[in-house]
Each structure stands twice: as C-alpha cells, then as structure tokens.
C-alpha cells in the first residue's frame, strides 16, 4: 500500500510555528492548488482551487516559519492522515497532509529581502530536507520530454 502525496500549491496566509509541550515544532498551514480545467472553460475565464490543510514538524516547521510568506509557492511532499477528536460532544474529522518535506519553489518576496535569505534558505533546505532529492524536480526531470499541460499538478 502507497500513501505518498507531492503537491504544490501557495500558502493562503503566513505560515505560524507553534510548540508542543514537549519542545517541538509544529506548523499548520493551507495551500491552494489549482485545478486542471478544459480548454472551454479556461477561455471562459473559469478558475478553480482545492484547499489542502497541511502539518509540518521540528526542523520543516521551523524553516516555513522563518522563510514562508502568504502567496510563496511551495512544493509538499508527504501522506495524507485522517484524525479525529471531540468537540462539545461530536467528533470531528479532519483529512491533512503530514509533510515529510517542505521547498519554497517561488517566493513573492521584494527582491532585495530574497538575496539577503536566499543563501540562508538554500543552507536550512538542505540541512531541513528528509529526502536528498527534490521529488518534483525528480519528476520533471524524468519526463522532460513531456509538455507541463500534461503534468497532474
């Protein structure tokens, strides 16, 4: 059984690390992923998102908190995890992506700010990142003889 998930979306809003009592780092976050629509109704102006909860942990969490603004397009690599708890006597549901790692792929930062980050967020990815290879860059490089109209994301 498979449950692995890479999306890339941008964050709804700035990204908020919280602590656990036991010390760790945890970050709530929402990406909106645009959906694939027809031809017809891209010509008609038609737009669509899906708004995907994401949870990222110790150093992942730390690193968006620092280097994560609103509208950053990131890359999320992870599972998918149904949770449940109760809330004034129902249970509640909740469907989230745990990420196993986390890249900004496009900051809407000034310029100016980016070259001052930019070596900082390259040395914390690296250092940050459970998998030594970007999956979606391995996934386009893979299949760079197909057009990225046909890509599922």
Known sequence: MIN?????GRLTK?????K???????????IACDR?????QKNNGEQSADFINC?????????????SHKGDTVGV????????YDRDGQKVYVTEIVANSVSI?????????????????QAQAQNETTQANDP???????????NSDELPF
């Open 20 to 30: 656990t009592q036991s010390g760790l780092s945890v970050a709530s976050f929402t």
């Open 55 to 67: 949870v990222a942990w110790r150093g992942s969490a730390d690193f968006l908190g620092q280097y």
């Open 4 to 8: 692995n998930v890479v999306l890339v």
């Open 105 to 121: 792929l496009h900051s809407n930062q000034p310029k100016q700010a980016q070259a001052q980050t930019q070596p900082q967020q």
């Open 136 to 146: 979606i860059e391995d996934y386009l490089n893979g299949y760079s003889d197909i």
């Open 36 to 40: 694939r629509l027809s031809q017809e």
């Open 77 to 84: 690599e992870g599972r998918i995890q149904t949770r449940s």
């Open 14 to 18: 700035d990204v908020e690390v919280k």
